[in-house]
Structure formats: structure tokens, C-alpha cells
């Protein structure tokens, strides 16, 4: 069971903002910076945004990530159809002294 | 431009040792602002971070892996590699080395991955 809690699917349509959950605890989220990454099929993670809510150069500004408590989102503008992919969260757990992985979310552009 | 690429057996006995290169080009590997990791996907565990390693050889391990593996780096040659001792089916996945991006668990740098399959 993934140590950061994702829904397991989401979906939009062209041009719309979608958001995606993602819920932790204080040893991680609550107490540390986290990240997200979109897999696109058969492809490596890709780092769309650190530091809660920087992005890494290069990637589009219709990622935007943000976090509240032990929990983070990942806030998706102008949904495109190449956006269908998975998105995953992850934290360092300064409990299990561990980097930590939600266990995704797939988007489906509509 | 950074660009990583994993290396190694694509299948491997049970209970052998498993063991993975990562090539780094275009860039040094040596540099006090970066950590390399390996982190695994499957389909039954999803992402998992195995280990990273930072300037002066400092390792960390995810601590349900630790006593199995190991992390080194030969800064002559670029590489990175990973050993899986005992492995077992539970370690089938794709195995991923990455570079961080700024901090510790930001790994903005992947490379393709490589199949690792454990079976008889």
C-alpha cells in the first residue's frame, strides 16, 4: 500500500483545469517539500514541479503545484489530450527515512 | 544535454545477485549539487526508491532494502551501479537511475529504465 494516497483515476475534457489529490501524513507532506511527475505510456517519470510549487525549466506553467496540511495538489490548466498520462506525488518520509511515492493517478483527456 | 542509460542482465535467477550500470554523458557525476538514485516500478509495488547516492560517495537506502543492496559510483568511467543480492520474483520491474534537480527527492533527470525480469 503506496505511503501517499492518490485517486486512482481522473479525467477532463479539452481546455479544462483538473486537479489531482494526493494525501500524506506530517512525517512526510505535513513536514516536507514534495514533488510531482508525469508518466506518459512506456515513457520515464518526468519532474513537473519541487519545492511544492516550482517547476523544473522547461516544463509548461498549466502544471501548477500547491499543498495544505499533509496534503498535496497538482492543478492541470488547458487540459491537452497529450496531458493523458500518470501523475504521481512524492515526498521524503522522515519517518521511514524514505523517498515516498503515491501509487498514481491516471488522466484521461476526454 | 544530461542523458542516463541503465544497463544489465534482463533476467535474472532466483536467489542470484542482480546487478545494473547506469552511463552518465554530459555531465560529471562528481558535482557536490547533485544525488544519483535508483528507484524500481511494477505493476504490483508502482514506484519504489531503492537508494541514492551523494558527493563523496554518501549512500542512502530504502530501509526495506537495505541489507540487499548496494549503491556505488566510479567517477572515472560515469557510472552509477546497483546490486540486488538474493533476488527474488518480487524484484521484477523496471529499474530507473535519475539525478536530482534541486533538492534531495526532486529527481529531474531519468533514464529510460530497463527490464529486470527474476524467474528460473
Known amino acids: 500500500q503506496p505511503v501517499l494516497t492518490q485517486p486512482p483515476s481522473a479525467s477532463g475534457t479539452p481546455g479544462q483545469r483538473v486537479t489531482i489529490s494526493c494525501s500524506g501524513s506530517t512525517s512526510n507532506i505535513g513536514g516536507n517539500t514534495f514533488s510531482w511527475y508525469q508518466q506518459l505510456p512506456g515513457s520515464a517519470p518526468k519532474l513537473l514541479s519541487y519545492g511544492t510549487n516550482q517547476r523544473p525549466s522547461g516544463v509548461s506553467d498549466r502544471f501548477s503545484g500547491s499543498g495544505s496540511g499533509t496534503s498535496a495538489s497538482l492543478a492541470i490548466s488547458g487540459l491537452q489530450s497529450e496531458d493523458e498520462a500518470d501523475y504521481y506525488c512524492?515526498?521524503?518520509?522522515?519517518?521511514?527515512?524514505?523517498?515516498?511515492f503515491g501509487g498514481g493517478t491516471h488522466l484521461t483527456v476526454l | 544535454q544530461l542523458h542516463l542509460q541503465e544497463s544489465g542482465p534482463g533476467l535474472v535467477k532466483p536467489s542470484e545477485t542482480l546487478s545494473l550500470t547506469c552511463t552518465v554523458s554530459?555531465?560529471?557525476?562528481?558535482?557536490?549539487?547533485?544525488?544519483w538514485g535508483w528507484i524500481r516500478q511494477s505493476p504490483v509495488r508502482g514506484l519504489e526508491w531503492i537508494g541514492t547516492i551523494s558527493y563523496g560517495g554518501i549512500t542512502s537506502y530504502n530501509p526495506s532494502l537495505q541489507f540487499r543492496v548496494t549503491i556505488s559510483a566510479d567517477t572515472s568511467k560515469k557510472q552509477l551501479s546497483l546490486t540486488v543480492t538474493s533476488v527474488t520474483a518480487a524484484d521484477t520491474a523496471v529499474y530507473y537511475c535519475?539525478?536530482?534537480?534541486?533538492?534531495?527527492?526532486?529527481?529531474?533527470?531519468w533514464g529510460p529504465g530497463t527490464q529486470v525480469s527474476v524467474s528460473s
Open positions: 535519475a539525478r536530482t534537480y534541486s533538492g534531495f527527492a526532486d529527481l529531474g533527470f
Open positions: 512524492a515526498a521524503w518520509d522522515y519517518r521511514l527515512t524514505a523517498i515516498v
Open positions: 554530459g555531465g560529471s557525476i562528481s558535482s557536490v549539487n547533485y544525488s
